[in-house]
């Protein structure tokens, strides 16, 4: 079975940088990789996403802040956060959907933004 395991949160001060990342046991089954973020009291957000090809798209808000990349093996995603801001603060978690339309998630990891 595909499993997702995400790590890089942490606590930052507003300006600075974070890279997450997006593991899997193996990603050959899964053509995409989206990032989604969570902030208590809030609905769940689309952030981006990135394909097996490379192509990526972002949500308006982190555009030109935010890049989504992966290795050449396709079996991590990495999402670098730059000039975040308190309002980036959020539980972050990667998606995927399987070619069968199976969605695996992962366990999220936390990012702060405060001073």
């Known amino acids: 079975q595909v499993q997702l395991v995400e790590s890089g949160g942490g606590l930052v001060q507003p300006g600075g940088s974070l890279r997450l990342s997006c593991t899997g046991s193996?990603?050959?089954?899964?053509?995409?990789i989206d990032w989604y973020r969570q902030a208590p009291g809030q609905q769940r957000e689309w952030v981006g996403s990135?394909?097996?090809?490379?192509?990526?798209a972002y949500t308006n808000s982190v555009k030109g802040r935010f890049t989504i990349s992966r290795d050449n093996a396709w079996n991590t995603v990495y999402l670098q956060m730059d000039n975040l801001e308190p309002e980036d603060t959020a539980v972050y978690h990667c998606?995927?959907?399987?070619?069968?339309?199976?969605?695996?998630w992962g366990q999220g990891t936390q990012v702060t933004v405060s001073s």
């Open positions: 998606h995927g959907k399987s070619t069968t339309m199976r969605d695996y």
């Open positions: 990135i394909d097996k090809r490379g192509f990526t």
């Open positions: 193996t990603f050959f089954s899964i053509n995409a």
